[in-house]
């Protein structure tokens, strides 16, 4: 074993921010409060959110730990984190975002499978770490390389976390070998979260960052790298986070019909109000974030206050000291953008926010339309009802 290990029960878990919305205590999964998300450009790593299959794995000792790279290569071998700390360190600033975002909206449609949660399972952090790309060429497969002279084609990456979903067995998720060997890719063996050494919940001591890339495929707890021939066969690429047509339920699915989610869909969500908001007359800041996978950037946010007759544009930002434009190359590809507009109300209202990326996908006009069993990529119209006070 590689130095990690999988408690049996929850006796160890870490200590968790108090303001954390919890979905779930065993397995811990809890996103921040909308106010909390986009307090911040990059989320503190006590406001990031948690999904998690299983108790927290524990390194007994870090001297121990070592990743073992292996498969469909020349020259497998063991490293330490020392090792891997050798290489180059690059800081990637990225999204995460988890498939089921924005889930419950979709569960009062019809019922789903999964965690229920609101619009805030997404962190923007600045990840510190080497590229697997890098790491790769120890193992004798270059950068820029779609298939190995093994015939690999695919990068697995296993945890030392046990799922029930995996009778017991280790979360594992792989992607495309042309992926994870490219440079511009930015996929990382993160051991840094936000300039500090990766906690426990966030996969200390080592864990993936796909940039672009729903989170399920960033796996933490690392424990071992394979190139393969075909994709994963874990059960959270097989038969999970995969999207359907809303004509397919529980009882006629086919797994093998669809592949596994990789990039995420243009997003965007309002955080500066809630559902439940009882306002007075007068002027009401509307502000969230928008992003969406593949580095493409936030060309533009349209906000509705009659329900969606007619539209103004959101002003747009990322770091406030450098304007956003939209894949610049002064902007944060992989991260989110934050947008705001001044609104006046003066009676109930129901405000949108919809957000088109720089390849001009827009989102879903309605969350029915886009409905699947497993309640993922919920990327709908967010709208808030805002109610006056008499």
């Known amino acids: 074993m590689s130095g990690l290990r999988g408690p049996s029960d929850y006796s160890e878990e870490p200590l968790r921010h108090p303001s954390l ?24 790593v006590d406001f990031f959110y948690e999904r998690n299959h299983g108790p927290i794995p524990i390194v007994d000792d ?27 360190k690059y800081n990637v600033t990225a999204t995460l975002q988890c498939a089921g975002n924005r889930r419950t909206a979709m569960s009062k449609i ?9 619009v805030a399972t997404l962190g923007n952090a600045i990840w510190g770490g080497a590229k697997l790309s890098d790491l790769l060429e120890l193992v004798g497969v270059s950068h820029h390389t779609a298939i190995t002279s093994l015939g690999g084609k695919h990068a697995e990456f296993t945890s030392i976390d046990q799922c029930p979903e995996e009778n017991g067995g280790p979360y594992k998720a792989s992607i495309p070998l042309d ?32 940039p672009g890339v729903i989170g399920a495929r960033s796996v933490k707890w690392l424990d071992r790298i394979d190139i393969i021939e075909e994709e994963s066969q874990g059960f959270f690429m097989q038969k ?4 359907f047509p809303p004509s397919v339920d529980w009882d006629n699915i086919d797994w093998s019909t669809r592949k596994p989610q990789m990039d995420f869909p243009v997003q965007c969500a309002i955080c500066s109000l809630e559902d439940t908001n009882v306002l007075k007359k007068g002027e009401v800041i509307v502000a969230g974030y928008a992003v ?75 969350v029915e339309t886009i409905w699947n069993l497993r309640g993922i990529l919920n990327t709908s119209w967010h709208r808030i009802r805002l109610q006056i006070a008499p």
């Open 240 to 243: 999970d986070y995969k999207m």
């Open 21 to 44: 919305r919890i979905n779930a205590k065993e397995p811990f999964n809890a996103e921040p409060t909308r106010e909390d998300l986009i307090s911040s450009y990059i989320t503190p």
């Open 292 to 366: 969406s996978g593949g580095g493409r950037g936030i060309e533009r946010v349209d906000i509705s206050v009659d329900g969606g007759k007619t539209w103004l544009e959101a002003s747009r930002c990322q770091k406030s000291d450098v304007p956003y434009v939209s894949c610049d190359v002064t902007s944060d590809k992989w991260a989110w953008v934050f947008f705001k507009a001044v609104v006046d109300i003066t009676e109930d209202s129901t405000i949108i926010a919809k957000a088109v990326d720089s390849s001009a996908n827009v989102q879903p006009e309605r």
């Open 179 to 210: 992926q994870a060997t490219n440079p511009a890719a930015d996929v990382l063996l993160a051991y840094e979260m936000n300039g500090e050494v990766l906690n426990r919940d966030h996969g200390y001591p080592l864990r993936v960052i796909v």
């Open 62 to 88: 870090i001297n121990s730990y070592y990743l073992s790279i292996g498969g469909l290569v020349e020259k497998p071998k063991k490293l330490s984190l020392d090792d891997i700390k050798k290489l180059p």
């Open 110 to 118: 019809r019922a789903v499978r999964g965690v229920g949660w609101d």
